[in-house]
């Protein structure tokens, strides 16, 4: 299998949790660790998973009002970290940065949040931050990391993992990150219209 990548640890961080339960059944089968925040990782803990808090990798608690959660080195180094670059290695070594194989994302609902009328400070709100940003480093770095970034994405996974186990190749990475690019570019395409509504 060309440039094929094992799957050790998943970071989970999702607004919807409805159809995870497979996806986490499957994954734990095959031995992979979950690494998770708040209510995503009280979910999987009330599944009857082990699951480590991002903020004992980070040693940073959630803050600003669950603004600021997984944006921290020792998450982003662990998935944009190249695997067969010596230099990234030895500085994931040197920073104890966890190798992070697999990231499952979704975004906080901003189309939704806009048609319901909400006010100009919810939506704000919903305009995810950390959720984007781990999309676009999964994907940027989909040589050595799957991305999954919305729940669409999730029976392409479970398809995969009962074809392969926890084993993924370049071409199937490659596909979920072109994905992942089109879910960002949606996302954040409905932000700018809804700013240029507001003019």
């Not at 979910?43 to 921290?72: A, M, N």
Request: hydrophobic share 40%.
């Amino acid at each position: 299998m060309a440039e094929s990548r094992q799957i050790k640890t998943a970071l989970i961080s999702v607004f919807h949790k409805d159809g995870l339960e497979d996806l986490l059944k499957k994954l734990n089968e095959e031995g992979v660790k979950f690494l998770s925040t708040g209510g995503t990782q009280k979910f999987i803990e009330g599944l009857g998973y082990d699951c480590q808090k991002v903020e004992d990798v980070t040693t940073y608690p959630s803050i600003l009002g669950g603004r600021v959660k997984t944006l921290h080195p020792k998450i982003f180094g662990g998935i944009l970290a190249r695997r067969d670059n010596e230099g990234d290695q030895k500085q994931m070594e040197e920073y104890e940065i966890p190798s992070i194989d697999l990231v499952i994302v979704d975004l906080y609902p901003f189309e939704q949040t806009v048609a319901s009328g909400a006010s100009e400070q919810d939506i704000i709100e919903k305009i995810d931050i950390g959720g984007i940003s781990l999309i676009r480093a999964g994907a940027k770095n989909f040589k050595d990391v799957v991305i999954i970034p919305s729940k669409a994405e999730y029976p392409v996974l479970l398809e995969l993992l009962n074809q392969k186990g926890a084993v993924t190749d370049l071409e199937d990475r490659r596909m979920l990150a072109e994905r992942a690019f089109g879910v960002s570019s949606h996302y954040d395409t409905a932000i700018h219209e809804w700013f240029a509504s507001l003019r």
